[in-house]
T-cell receptor, first 117, second 110 residues
Framework: ETGVTQTPRHLVMGMTNKKSLKCEQH?????MYWYKQSAKKPLELMFV???????ENNSVPSRFSPECPNSSHLFLHLHTLQPEDSALYLC????????????????FGNGTRLTVT | DAKTTQPPSMDCAEGRAANLPCNHS???????VYWYRQIHSQGPQYIIH???NNETNEMASLIITEDRKSSTLILPHATLRDTAVYYC???????????FGTGTRLTVIP
């Protein structure tokens, strides 16, 4: 149990579908992150939210749309995805590193394994 | 853009110490060294971090060279459950963008 819960654990969707990934943390953190992990590739940072405000968008295509309604919840809305978007999508949380003298470690969920058919 | 270099893979006998090296020759004064690991089918897990002093916690020890250009993560008594990909990451104080490289795949052998 990492304190960061992601649902669903597995998702299969067609290219015309719309789906959402959910992430929830109860660690009292105020920064949340989406990462993508494709087979044989390093983790890729997608989005960062600090205090519900998006502070980083790492050139992610618009078919991925994040939403952070509060510091405990983070969503990734998916629409018209491509087969190459199949990957493990990981959510993480931490204390806002801008607010302290060191970088609070990230706590990761176990991810959503997405398959686009 | 990962600023670290790690060997792609290592083996370690169960019960022995696992020493995982990391080169970060371009590290600057306000950058920390962080170590994470990722066990198969799980998200990455934080292990330890340091700035310039050696650090130890219940999971591992971190040895940073005096010039800070390299470090070694030590798992003192490796178990089969330590088999994972280990990531060494350098990050600036106050930065939000933690970038992972390809890491070292450690296999603990019975």
């Amino acid at each position: 149990e990492t304190g960061v819960t992601q649902t669903p654990r597995h998702l299969v969707m067609g290219m015309t579908n719309k789906k959402s990934l959910k992430c929830e943390q109860h660690l009292g953190h105020n920064a949340m992150y989406w990462y993508k992990q494709s087979a044989k590739k390093p983790l890729e940072l997608m989005f960062v939210y600090n205090f519900k405000e998006q502070t980083e968008n790492n050139s992610v295509p618009s078919r991925f749309s994040p939403e952070c309604p509060n510091s405990s919840h983070l969503f990734l809305h998916l629409h018209t995805l491509q087969p190459e978007d199949s990957a493990l999508y990981l959510c993480a949380s931490s204390q806002d590193p801008r607010a302290s003298s060191y970088n609070s470690p990230l706590h990761f969920g176990n991810g959503t394994r997405l398959t686009v058919t | 853009d990962a600023k670290t270099t790690q060997p792609p893979s290592m083996d370690c006998a169960e019960g022995r110490a696992a020493n995982l090296p990391c080169n970060h020759s371009t590290i600057s004064g306000n950058e920390y060294v962080y170590w994470y690991r990722q066990i198969h089918s799980q998200g990455p897990q934080y292990i330890i971090h340091g700035l310039k002093n050696n650090e130890t916690n219940e999971m591992a020890s971190l040895i940073i060279t005096e010039d800070r250009k390299s470090s070694t993560l030590i798992l003192p008594h490796a178990t089969l459950r330590d088999t994972a990909v280990y990531y060494c990451i350098v990050i600036q104080t106050g930065a939000n963008n933690l970038f992972f490289g390809t890491g070292t795949r450690l296999t603990v052998i019975p």
